[in-house]
T-cell receptor, first 113, second 113 residues
Framework: SQELEQSPQSLIVQEGKNLTINCTSS?????LYWYKQKYGEGLIFLMM???GGEEKSHEKITAKLDEKKQQSSLHITASQPSHAGIYLC?????????????WGLGTSLAVNP | KAGVTQTPRYLIKTRGQQVTLSCSPI?????VSWYQQTPGQGLQFLFE???????NKGNFPGRFSGRQFSNSRSEMNVSTLELGDSALYLC????????????FGPGTRLTVL
């Protein structure tokens, strides 16, 4: 079955440093979502990408979807402690419009002040 | 506007028991999805309800069931609990199925002893 692989599994960075999280699929994706989760809380929607080559930014977070729509990267510039949490990518694996998203296992990010 | 609420937040049960979890979507949202989150499997889709009808279902055994009421509130039930059912159960709401953005609740952490 199709899976989403996230890398790295965990990350510890010093405040102010840049970082990148990747989400990779072996097949073409029809929509890629990035969410952030803090312990004990639900998922917070960050961005959604649909078109090959698409790039979106929100504050200091930028997400890109490659041309083949098989890999997405999430880049954080000048990280802050508020960026700490678990970043999850979720994807629509087929052309049908349903909720059967597939999900990566998440990347745990810690930002040291 | 109040967010998605889930009750209870924490639950401890023993094997063989059954459990009912509740989710109240954001006012005006009529679609409710349920997910199971575990460290090993990540986030897995359980089912989605819209207008009191199950629209989509994930690959979970029949012990997992759900329903939605006319006010869009949803419940999920797990019967004959197994140790492997220990997980964070997340509920997400959106205005309608296929909406790009889902709003997640904080989850119910279920521990099965």
């Amino acid at each position: 079955s199709q899976e989403l692989e996230q890398s790295p599994q965990s990350l510890i960075v010093q405040e102010g440093k840049n970082l990148t999280i990747n989400c990779t699929s072996s097949k073409t994706l029809y929509g890629l979502y990035w969410y952030k989760q803090k312990y004990g809380e639900g998922l917070i929607f960050l961005m959604m990408l649909q078109k090959g080559g698409e790039e979106k930014s929100h504050e200091k977070i930028t997400a890109k979807l490659d041309e083949k729509k098989q890999q997405s990267s999430l880049h954080i510039t000048a990280s802050q402690p508020s960026h700490a949490g678990i970043y999850l990518c979720g994807a629509v694996p087929n052309a049908g419009n349903n909720r059967k998203l597939i999900w990566g296992l998440g990347t745990s990010l810690a930002v040291n002040p | 506007k109040a967010g998605v609420t889930q009750t209870p937040r924490y639950l401890i049960k023993t094997r063989g028991q059954q459990v009912t979890l509740s989710c109240s979507p954001i006012s005006g949202h009529r679609s409710v999805s349920w997910y199971q989150q575990t460290p090993g499997q990540g986030l897995q889709f359980l089912f989605e309800y819209f207008s009191e009808t199950q629209r989509n279902k994930g690959n979970f055994p029949g012990r997992f069931s759900g329903r939605q009421f006319s006010n869009s509130r949803s419940e999920m039930n797990v019967s004959t609990l197994e140790l492997g059912d220990s997980a964070l159960y997340l509920c997400a709401s959106s205005r309608a199925p296929g909406e790009v953005t889902q709003y997640f609740g904080p989850g119910t952490r279920l521990t099965v002893l």
